[in-house]
């Protein structure tokens, strides 16, 4: 799959882990993000959105039936990724440093989209090529162990991570790490198809460096371009990063979000109107927007008395209905999140950076492409979780969400 989209505009923020070292304490890893934004279109960042979530539904739903071929499954086209975290990662020894994208929605770790891999004394090449195919473009190469460092004093030994030979749609970025489910690596090797290969993740917690198997976010809202506004924590939570206690959804048994971090939730707006009932999808950070079934998205349009448009392909409110637009309300587990009519815009000071208007108000709500009753019928996507801390995880099969100082900022 090939992208041909010229980059029109590209924000980069690299990381430089020696001015934001790691902490550990009581056995927590922190690893610091930083926001990349990457339009090269009109309307890219919902192209590149429902490319991914086609994918994603493809691809899982032909896992699930053990027909995955990687070159049959994705018909949509490629699109660069628009809006990305990225943390940057040293392999090797002497170490070269990739700043690669925070992915939950896959579990390969890859580099040399842009940034050259070299082999060291810590490299060794396995008998295996690798090749996997996403919404934002594919790679193919050669899959390696190495020794990967997340900063100062943290070290992973023999991580297993492809090299790309062959990469599209990764523009500004030299790959992913990949912190999904294990299953999701499965078949994306030859020969050994039948193999999962450890995330980042489960070699952190079987080689003892993290006491719990598994991974928490934070991201906060910005109105800059540029901003390190984002942490990963390794092996528990960071209680600074979230206010009140936090809501364990069990993993959906639907199929295909049951693949992902996949849970059920509904979403009303306001006090009484039902946007989506409760049903099965998935938290993902590689997903930009909040992404919900196209009949939900219907019935949202309808309710905001928004408008299509065209320039970015998101949803338009004049600043009047801007004004009294109410709140939507996510359902998981039993406890509600309200996500305010703020949380809903796209900040408006960023909104030329997706070929938008200077002044307009534009909504980070959009259609996911497909019709509820598909087995993954929203994405809860960065926007959503720069307003609720995640954590994901691995060791009780179950996503957490809880409220943060910015859940209620106001600062679009």
Request: glycine share 8%.
């Amino acid at each position: 799959m090939h992208s041909t989209s010229v980059v029109l505009l590209t924000c980069l923020v690299a990381i430089a882990v020696s001015a934001n070292p790691i902490v550990i304490r009581d056995n927590l890893v922190r690893l610091p993000l930083a926001r990349q934004i990457n339009v090269t279109s009109p309307a890219h960042i919902v192209k590149a959105d429902q490319a991914r979530a086609a994918a994603l539904i493809s691809k899982a739903l032909a896992k699930s039936s053990g027909k995955l071929n990687q070159d049959a499954v994705i018909s949509s086209p490629a699109q660069n990724q628009a809006v990305s975290y990225i943390a940057s990662v040293a392999v090797g020894s002497p170490s070269t440093t990739f700043d690669l994208i925070i992915d939950t929605g896959s579990s390969n770790t890859w580099v040399g989209a842009g940034t050259a891999f070299k082999r060291t004394s810590t490299t060794t090449q396995t008998k295996d090529s690798v090749s996997v195919t996403y919404g934002s473009g594919s790679f193919s190469g050669t899959e390696f162990t190495d020794q990967v460092s997340l900063g100062s004093g943290l070290t992973i030994k023999k991580q297993s991570i492809g090299v790309a030979s062959k990469s599209t749609g990764f523009d500004g970025v030299d790959g992913i790490l990949g912190i999904g489910p294990v299953d999701l690596t499965l078949q994306t090797l030859s020969p050994d198809t039948g193999s999962t290969i450890p995330t980042v993740v489960d070699n952190l917690f079987t080689q003892g460096t993290i006491s719990s198997h598994s991974i928490a976010v934070s991201f906060e809202p910005t109105t800059s371009a540029t901003a390190n506004n984002g942490e990963l924590t390794f092996g528990g939570t960071d209680s600074s990063k979230f206010t009140g206690s936090i809501t364990f959804a069990p993993i959906t048994s639907t199929s295909p979000a049951n693949e992902f971090w996949g849970i059920n939730q509904s979403i009303r707006l306001g006090t009484s109107t039902s946007i989506l009932s409760n049903t099965a999808g998935i938290v993902d950070t590689g997903t930009t927007l909040v992404l919900i079934a196209t009949d939900a998205f219907n019935r949202y349009k309808s309710a905001t008395g928004a408008v299509l448009d065209n320039n970015t392909g998101l949803l338009r409110l004049t600043t009047a209905k801007f004004n009294t637009l109410p709140s939507l309300f996510f359902t998981i587990a039993g406890t509600t999140f309200e996500f305010t009519a703020n949380a809903q815009a796209w900040p408006r000071s960023l909104n030329t950076l997706i070929g938008g208007t200077a002044g307009n108000v534009y909504l980070v709500v959009a259609d996911l492409g497909s019709n509820t009753g598909s087995g993954l019928d929203f994405i809860n996507g960065q926007t959503f979780l720069e307003r609720f801390y995640s954590v994901f995880d691995t060791a009780n099969k179950r996503v957490g969400i809880a409220k943060t100082p910015f859940t209620t900022a106001t600062s679009n």
